[in-house]
């Protein structure tokens, strides 16, 4: 099978809330990209589900989060696989500046984020 990721994949444990059809699952995420991530739980959710994510970086009383809203893109033992689709400008550079920190390298993250962003408009 063919992987059909093109933006670079950190390590990343954080706490996250995913909420779909009604129901809000907690998990662990384990690694992000600007596109996506994977998020450890034992729930499931139908591929192609639209869900609403919050990702927590912080558990002060004024937590800093990302929030996301994306597609059930795959489902595993033990987890699931989420597309970004959509997520607001301050969530998109708290998202950067993980990648960035934890891949080490801006410049090739901001790449891909140009490209997929001109993909998405020569889809369009």
């Given at each position: 099978m063919k992987d059909r990721r093109n933006f670079s994949r950190?390590?990343?444990?954080?706490?996250?809330?995913?909420?779909?059809?009604?129901?809000?699952?907690?998990?662990?995420?384990?690694?992000?990209?600007?596109?996506?991530?994977?998020?450890?739980?034992?729930?499931?959710?139908?591929?192609?589900?639209?869900?609403?994510?919050?990702?927590?970086?912080?558990?002060?009383?004024?937590?800093?989060?990302?929030?996301?809203?994306?597609?059930?893109?795959?489902?595993?033992?033990?987890g699931i696989g989420c597309a970004f689709d959509k997520m607001d400008v301050e969530s998109f550079a708290h998202l950067r500046s993980i990648i960035s920190y934890q891949g080490g390298d801006e410049s090739k993250v901001m790449a891909e984020f140009s490209e997929y962003i001109v993909r998405k408009m020569h889809d369009e």
């Open positions: 950190v390590d990343f444990r954080v706490s996250a809330l995913l909420q779909a059809e009604g129901v809000a699952i907690k998990g662990e995420v384990t690694d992000v990209s600007l596109h996506g991530l994977y998020m450890e739980t034992g729930e499931q959710i139908p591929v192609g589900s639209p869900v609403e994510i919050t990702i927590y970086l912080s558990s002060t009383t004024e937590p800093v989060v990302i929030n996301v809203k994306g597609t059930v893109a795959r489902l595993v033992p033990g």
